[in-house]
């Protein structure tokens, strides 16, 4: 399963919970993101997010779908063999959101090439939690973290991005489960849990 939204609404948090709990009923959980997730990741990771400069565009996209061809093949792909549950923070869906919203590149395209570089993998369930930018950011500003270069991106651009992650959820309804992120965190992890009970029950082990 997969956790999507805007910066500062809340992912970690329900990724710790859905772990906590997902450990509790005797699952092995593997917990990862992206950008990220293996050494060639963070490398990746380290040029998309702290890069000084300008990355033109479709470099940006080619990187993240680098880290993410890298990290499904030699990283989920191979637990979600072994019949454990990932739980990972973003995934296509965000490449679609933030590189589409930049406006340069065609939403469609972008995601024409994570399903290239994934092998077509895509999650059981992805949560999006669905946050209006204001709201995000100020939660960011309480955190006191030092911003990295999409963080810093314009309201407007965020704007756009959260757009784009509820039309995608639109247009995958059987997929996504859309939570308004401003309520409790308990209750979101709840809705979570429920959603994905039936699966767990039903042996699927969680794939992606
Ligand atoms: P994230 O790991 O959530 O950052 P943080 O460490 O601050 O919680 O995400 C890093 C940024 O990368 C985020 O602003 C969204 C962006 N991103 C893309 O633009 N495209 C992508 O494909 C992915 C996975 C992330």
Redesign the pocket.
Known sequence: MTLEGG?GVG?TTQSTLLEEWLTSQGRTVVRT????GTDVGNLIRDI??HHRGEVAPRAEALL?AADRAHHVATLVKPALARGEVVIQ???LD??VA??GAGRELDPGEVRELSLWASDHALPDITVLLDLAPVLARRRLDADDKPF?R??AEREEFHVRVREHFLALAASEPGRFLVLDAARPAGELAAEIRARLEPLLAGGVGGRG
């Open positions: 910066d992912k993101r992206e950008p990220g998309v997010l993240y923070d973003r995934y965000s490449s933030y590189q990295d999409l963080e």
